[in-house]
T-cell receptor, first 116, second 116 residues
Framework: AQKITQTQPGMFVQEKEAVTLDCTYD???????LFWYKQPSSGEMIFLIY??????QNATEGRYSLNFQKARKSANLVISASQLGDSAMYFC?????????????FGKGTMLLVSP | GAVVSQHPSRVICKSGTSVKIECRSL??????MFWYRQFPKKSLMLMAT?????????EQGVEKDKFLINHASLTLSTLTVTSAHPEDSSFYIC????????????FGPGTRLTVL
């Protein structure tokens, strides 16, 4: 079974609107971390936001927020006030355990296109 | 902080030659680094976990003798693609956990390898 599922291969949004990118995960480990990365066409992976499994509040970083619903095992990324520069591939990832030595498992990604 | 560099960013080589890719953590020490491979429009696939001072841990299906990993210092890991063939052409990305090991993985900008 896939550990990280991103069901939206592509999403379109108009500039200045908000958009939600879906991510569901599967793990039996009580300790885990969820990450979102942005990959523009240049290829670099840019860290956006992190949510720990024990975090009580949803993570926020500027225009990015993570809608963490633990019981549903979902960790959706919300981008508010979309900008043209937000057009990129977005990957959800999970690390089981809390150690930095643990590997990341990535979803297949969602391509976001922001139109003027 | 938490900057990871990769060199070269792009390399073209002839079939049968070896190519070395360097991954450096610029402003922190990384006892653990990770090497990923990414095919066009696909997700990241973990190749191996590189531990400073010890042998790398390879994922299933990744040839150890083909993809040599050396993590000789706390800031440098190298991936050598030996006797490269056209099917080794891909985007190779490294990441490093740090600086506190429980933190997220920060990625290098990637290396695009083309084998002719």
């Amino acid at each position: 079974a896939q550990k990280i599922t991103q069901t939206q291969p592509g999403m379109f949004v108009q500039e200045k609107e908000a958009v939600t990118l879906d991510c569901t995960y599967d793990t039996s480990d009580p300790s885990y971390g969820l990450f979102w990365y942005k990959q523009p066409s240049s290829g670099e992976m840019i860290f956006l936001i992190y949510q720990g499994s024990y975090d009580q509040q949803n993570a926020t970083e500027g225009r990015y927020s993570l809608n963490f619903q633990k019981a549903r095992k979902s960790a959706n990324l919300v981008i508010s006030a979309s900008q043209l520069g937000d057009s990129a591939m977005y990957f959800c990832a999970m690390r089981e355990g809390t150690s930095g030595y643990s590997t990341l498992t990535f979803g297949k990604g969602t391509m976001l296109l922001v139109s003027p | 902080g938490a900057v990871v560099s990769q060199h070269p960013s792009r390399v073209i080589c002839k079939s049968g030659t070896s190519v070395k890719i360097e991954c450096r953590s610029l402003d922190f020490q990384a006892t653990t680094m990770f090497w990923y491979r990414q095919f066009p429009k696909k997700s990241l696939m973990l190749m191996a976990t590189s531990n400073e001072g010890s042998k790398a841990t390879y994922e299933q299906g990744v040839e150890k003798d083909k993809f040599l990993i050396n993590h000789a210092s706390l800031t440098l890991s190298t991936l050598t693609v030996t006797s490269a063939h056209p099917e080794d052409s891909s985007f190779y990305i490294c990441s490093a956990s740090g600086p506190l090991n429980t933190d997220t993985q920060y990625f290098g900008p990637g290396t695009r390898l083309t084998v002719l």
